[in-house]
Structure formats: structure tokens, C-alpha cells
Nanobody, 122 residues
Framework: VQLQASGGGLVQAGGSLRLSCVAS????????MSWFRQTPGKEREFVAA????????NYPDSVKGRFTISRDNAKNTVYLQMNSLKTEDTAIYYC????????????????WGQGTQVTVSS
């Protein structure tokens, strides 16, 4: 599967953005999907995960209650709705696909998208 992320941009603190990631190639519904983010000098960190059917999601405490991951298997697309954004959310965001039920670790990733920049200003 190949992944193409979009939707990043510049937003003020407290604002919202929605990221999208479109998949092509193998059956999208065969993959659990996730979002990760990375800032310069830091490791890529887990942000959100969703199961193949979309019935279950998982988040770290840093974004729980503010971010929502969803997917539309008919459109081969996974989304990340980000609300109440903070300056510390500034990062490059990557979508990712893997085979485990929840993909929350980098070594579980089979395919990465190319990344989209999110910048939150104060």
C-alpha cells in the first residue's frame, strides 16, 4: 500500500486542523492505520491508531480528548481531526499502515506516508 498525507498548515493555538491520508495499492481495509509525528532532534512518536474496521481507536495521553482518528474504507482514507491545538503539537505528521490490530510502535509499521507539516503559533 502507498500513502499520501495532506491537510497540514499553519494554525493559531486553540484552533483545529484535519489531516487526511489516502491509500492506494493493496486493500486498505487489510491494514490498521496510525498517525505519528516528529520534531527535529526527536524520535517519531505515536499520536493515534485505528483498527482495520475503524471500530476501535487508541491515543497517548498527550492528545487524548483533543485528537480523533477515523477512517473511511470506501474512500481508502484515514483522517486525524485535531482540535484545541497547542504549540507543542507543532511537528511533521506521518500516516502509517501496519498489520497488528493496533499499530502504535515504529517497528510495527509496514508503510509510511510522506509527512505533512503542522505548525501551531501562539
Amino acid at each position: 500500500v502507498q500513502l499520501q498525507a495532506s491537510g497540514g498548515g499553519l494554525v493559531q493555538a486553540g484552533g483545529s486542523l484535519r489531516l487526511s491520508c489516502v491509500a492506494s495499492g493493496r486493500a486498505f481495509s487489510d491494514y490498521a492505520m496510525s498517525w505519528f509525528r516528529q520534531t527535529p532532534g526527536k524520535e517519531r512518536e505515536f499520536v493515534a491508531a485505528i483498527t482495520r474496521s475503524g471500530g476501535n481507536t487508541n491515543y497517548p495521553d498527550s492528545v487524548k480528548g483533543r485528537f480523533t482518528i477515523s477512517r473511511d474504507n470506501a474512500k481508502n482514507t484515514v483522517y486525524l481531526q485535531m482540535n484545541s491545538l497547542k504549540t507543542e503539537d507543532t511537528a511533521i505528521y506521518y500516516c502509517a499502515a501496519g498489520r497488528p490490530i493496533f499499530v502504535r510502535q515504529r517497528d510495527q509499521i509496514e508503510t509510511w506516508g510522506q509527512g505533512t507539516q503542522v505548525t501551531v503559533s501562539s
